[in-house]
T-cell receptor, first 112, second 113 residues
Framework: SQQGEEDPQALSIQEGENATMNCSYK?????LQWYRQNSGRGLVHLIL?????REKHSGRLRVTLDTSKKSSSLLITASRAADTASYFC????????????FGKGTRLSVIA | KAGVTQTPRYLIKTRGQQVTLSCSPI?????VSWYQQTPGQGLQFLFE???????NKGNFPGRFSGRQFSNSRSEMNVSTLELGDSALYLC????????????FGQGTRLTVV
């Protein structure tokens, strides 16, 4: 079963706008990661935030983590048409060498 | 540094056949994980191999199996294929199991007819 659940399932915005995607998870984690997938291709690692961090930035990406609410958000600022993709959060349970578990993703469409 | 290589990229098989998919991880990475991706179920974890040993296993039937060689290359095998096995199979390479980030191959698109 999915550990993480992204919300919304789909998001459509205009180029230049900001896009916010949310992820909720169920159990304690070591860290939370966000990945991007262009249609039918492999996933690309975007950013990792550790359980003791609250916010992290990487270029136009900003990730927040609220462990008390078991949730994270990914903000993409000044979106571009090239940002059109599916975005997934992934978590690993805070108990030994457990595999990454992915949510079902948010499909982002950026319209030029 | 070469990325993760999955072969073949596309496969069409008939129900009842078996298939073997291959994954060459990034040099130095000892962990290889396999995922099945379908529109309905999303990314489902199949198994993880670390230093030639299966370290984690997902909730898939015994028809799905894998192995890892001493050079960290991994193969997964699906026997007695069913229509529902049609999916994108993704391999992820990492140093220690993906906890610090994983690198994915482009996937193998398997179609069972």
């Amino acid at each position: 079963s999915q550990q993480g659940e992204e919300d919304p399932q789909a998001l459509s915005i205009q180029e230049g706008e900001n896009a916010t995607m949310n992820c909720s998870y169920k159990t304690s984690i070591n860290n939370l990661q966000w990945y991007r997938q262009n249609s039918g291709r492999g996933l690309v690692h975007l950013i990792l935030i550790r359980s003791n961090e609250r916010e992290k930035h990487s270029g136009r990406l900003r990730v927040t983590l609220d462990t008390s609410k078991k949730s994270s958000s990914l903000l993409i600022t000044a979106s571009r048409a090239a940002d059109t993709a599916s975005y997934f959060c992934a978590t690993d349970r805070n108990s030994g060498n457990t595999p990454l578990v992915f949510g079902k993703g948010t499909r982002l469409s950026v319209i030029a | 540094k070469a990325g993760v290589t999955q072969t073949p990229r596309y496969l069409i098989k008939t129900r009842g056949q078996q298939v073997t998919l291959s994954c060459s991880p990034i040099s130095g990475h000892r962990s290889v994980s396999w995922y099945q991706q379908t529109p309905g179920q999303g990314l489902q974890f199949l198994f993880e191999y670390f230093s030639e040993t299966q370290r984690n296993k997902g909730n898939f039937p015994g028809r799905f199996s894998g192995r890892q060689f001493s050079n960290s290359r991994s193969e997964m095998n699906v026997s007695t294929l069913e229509l529902g096995d049609s999916a994108l199979y993704l391999c992820a390479s990492s140093l220690e199991g993906g906890v610090d980030g994983a690198f994915f191959g482009q996937g193998t698109r398997l179609t069972v007819v």
